[in-house]
């Protein structure tokens, strides 16, 4: 079957065009997260990768929470579907996986406000948590540090009115991660 040039040429167009596309968007779509921490307080203990997977190690991070006596909200880092949801030894855990497949499990929470198969948004309540909370990260099912992923506010400098006017309101620090 013989083709007519015209038709070559529309066939050579969309596949340029697809090739194009892919090239333009891959950087971005590989490009490494940088998250706000799921709740606001500090890490008191940091990942330790295990030397097997059955070996001793820390397989995430904790959070040390200021006010153990409140139930602090705890927010998905990334937009995802969460594929657990319940209790693993007396403790609430919700596991919510991303689109990019990786996995984050957020434990020793207090209460839980999602369901398995839920959609949740960037910033989205997943559940409460009172004087820790657990961190993990796997990627293709192996656990990986999510620290370096974590964002930490870039404030940025800002005049007072010394004239008497009023000041304006305190603009939301910009988010930055490590490099």
Not at 33 to 39: K, L
Not at 81 to 93: I, K, Q
Not at 115 to 120: A, F, L, M, S
Request: charged share 20%.
């Amino acid at each position: 079957m013989r083709r007519r040039p015209s038709e070559v040429s529309a066939a050579a167009l969309s596949t340029l065009t697809i090739v194009m596309l892919l090239i333009l968007t891959a950087p971005s779509a590989l490009a490494a997260p940088c998250w706000r921490a799921p709740v606001t307080g500090e890490i008191v203990d940091r990942f330790r990768a295990p030397a097997c997977p059955f070996c001793a190690g820390k397989r995430g991070l904790e959070f040390g929470l200021s006010d153990p006596s409140a139930n602090e909200h705890v927010r998905s880092v990334e937009s995802g579907v969460v594929t657990f949801s319940g209790r693993v030894a007396g403790t609430f855990y919700v596991v919510v996986e991303h689109s990019n497949q990786w996995k984050i499990t957020y434990g020793r929470l207090s209460a839980v406000t999602v369901e398995r198969g839920q959609r949740v948004a960037r910033g989205g309540r997943l559940g409460s948590a009172r004087s820790e909370l657990y961190f993990g990260l796997r990627v293709s099912g192996v656990y990986r540090d999510p620290e370096p992923f974590l964002g930490v506010p870039l404030s940025r400098p800002r005049l007072i009115p010394i004239d008497g006017t009023l000041r304006r309101a305190i603009p939301e620090p910009a988010w930055t991660c490590r490099p």
